[in-house]
């Protein structure tokens, strides 16, 4: 499947419903050309008295032909650190505690298999 700016936000609506209670502002999205990074989640924060996030980013590498279903887990996957920066968790976007617990959970509740790596090396690039 070829990795489109409105694939990105088509995937990220319906999973932002269907997963975080329609909880997440929608993002900017970003398209990546690299064979190593999969997906990247990407922010910019006000300075010491404005804690407002500016300017959130999914970006997604088109180099590689994915499923839907490995698309989603990498759109998810960015979804989550997303989440636990804006309820305040988790600002530094790292796969700790928080990030493992709610993988855990949403894999768990909806048969997803969110990890803190992908695998790319089987995929056939585009």
Known sequence: MVVTLDLLSLCF??????YFDKELPTPNFG???SFITCGFF???KGGWFDK???NPTISITDYYDFTLDQLEELMCHEM???YLL???TNDKCDHGTDFMVMA???NQKYGLNITTTFDASKLPNT
């Open 13 to 18: 609506y319906q999973y932002n419903f269907m």
């Open 31 to 33: 398209i990546l050309h």
């Open 42 to 44: 990407e922010y910019t």
């Open 52 to 54: 407002n996030v500016y």
């Open 80 to 82: 989550i650190h997303y």
């Open 86 to 88: 804006m309820n305040g």
């Open 104 to 106: 855990q959970e949403l």
